[in-house]
């Protein structure tokens, strides 16, 4: 076992539980397509965190949640000096979400404490599994909202005050669940992270691995852009005469993929959300509200993509009579995860014979936040085709399996080896 056999012995997850747990907390929001409809801090959100907390409790831990909502699930070690090992992910989903993204990390984490709980194996550092609150940002913008307030990235008080495009704010939804805790959050110590996740990406399947060994996550920045021209009679409007807002918003949208593609292979911009008013079929638009997703694993790639984009949007207001603001509403620089944990998560892989290769997360996840305040690495399994962030996202029970047997391993290693 390549010398784990005094680290993980012959301890490994119940496969068949856990894809009994995916399936069975997929119903907390079922989709008729068969996906997940389970936006942050509402009724289907309380009501998977009602079934976390019942299922950890189940196994002997103490469930706790701070004051952004993250849920704690602790399972005590031998020596209670010591700051708990920590495993995580999320349950909330895209509006049209599949059952594994973030899922699998949180429920792969579970399958992990039972398997420890019914070994009856010890742990020096107590191990804790972690539900992130809104990693998703699709009702409150940015994502990763509460791992940043963790991480001091964002403070809490602007955290709460976030809006979702109904104008609810994100303190009234959580205390409106019952999840706004006593614990101030990011004063819960921790001695490392580990987050398991589906690749998001065709990777792994390509070229027919098990396991990704994430030794980073490239950097990202979103924007909100606002075109504002002029509304007018689609009939008695001249063409000369028009102010209209989506077709200079059209030509913004080309651009973000014509600056991607100018910086191949590792660059990719997104349009994601557009909003168009009044939206009706016989008026000029007036005003357009859309968003634009830039990454690249080298931030300063990044830079020169927000550059050519601002550039170009100048050019068009000028050339079309549009008013056009673009305001920068969330930075994640690129980030390298911590080589002692990336090690662990090789051994683990290797003593299990899993086919792995190294990678770079192309998404964001709560993990990018955890870097900055302890020891962290994640853990990539396959999914079909690499779609992800749709009702179609699928992976392989064998590769569930596979990733929380080597988080399993990680985190039993990371114990050996962290004070």
């Not at 299922?55 to 701070?66: N, P």
Request: hydrophobic fraction near 40%; charge should be negative; glycine fraction near 10%.
């Amino acid at each position: 076992m390549s010398g784990f056999d005094g680290i993980g012995g012959n301890v490994t997850v119940d496969g068949e539980k856990l894809w009994s747990d995916i399936l069975e907390t997929a119903r907390f929001g079922a989709t008729p397509k068969g996906g997940i409809r389970r936006l942050t801090l509402t009724e289907e959100d309380r009501q998977v965190r009602d079934w976390f907390v019942r299922t950890c409790e189940a196994l002997g831990c103490v469930v706790t949640f701070d004051s952004m909502g993250n849920q704690f699930a602790r399972r005590p070690g031998t020596d209670p000096s010591l700051p708990p090992i920590t495993m995580g992910s999320h349950l909330d989903t895209q509006p049209t979400g599949g059952k594994f993204d973030g899922i699998v990390g949180v429920l792969g984490g579970l399958a992990v404490l039972r398997a420890l709980h019914e070994s009856g194996r010890e742990t020096r550092h107590p191990i804790e599994l972690i539900n992130w609150t809104n990693e998703e940002g699709s009702r409150f913008a940015p994502a990763m909202l509460s791992s940043g307030v963790f991480a001091g990235v964002f403070t809490e008080e602007e955290a709460l005050a976030k809006t979702d495009r109904d104008g609810v704010r994100f303190e009234d939804a959580l205390v409106g669940i019952g999840y706004r805790g006593a614990e101030r959050c990011g004063d819960h110590p921790v001695a490392a992270y580990f987050e398991l996740h589906i690749e998001q990406g065709p990777i792994l399947e390509a070229e027919r691995k098990t396991i990704g060994v994430v030794t980073g996550v490239q950097g990202m920045r979103w924007y909100e852009v606002t075109v504002i021209g002029r509304d007018g009679h689609a009939g008695a409007t001249p063409m000369a005469l028009r102010a209209d807002a989506l077709v200079g918003t059209a030509k913004l949208i080309e651009a973000v993929q014509s600056i991607a593609l100018k910086h191949a292979p590792g660059a990719v911009g997104t349009v994601g959300l557009l909003e168009n008013r009044p939206n009706s079929r016989n008026v000029v638009p007036g005003e357009v509200f859309f968003s634009v997703d830039l990454r690249d694993p080298d931030d300063a790639v990044i830079v020169r993509m927000e550059e050519a984009f601002r550039s170009t949007a100048a050019q068009v207001a000028s050339e079309s009579g549009l008013e056009i603001t673009i305001e920068l509403v969330w930075d994640s620089p690129a980030v390298r995860f911590d080589p002692t944990c990336i090690d662990a998560v090789r051994r683990a892989a290797d003593s299990f014979a899993y086919p792995a290769r190294d990678i770079v997360s192309g998404a964001g996840h709560d993990a990018v936040y955890m870097a900055g305040v302890t020891p962290t690495t994640m853990i990539f399994i396959p999914c079909a085709g690499g779609v992800s962030h749709n009702e179609e996202e699928s992976a392989e029970a064998d590769d569930v399996m596979a990733g929380a047997n080597v988080l399993l391993r990680a985190v039993l290693d990371a114990d050996e080896r962290l004070n």
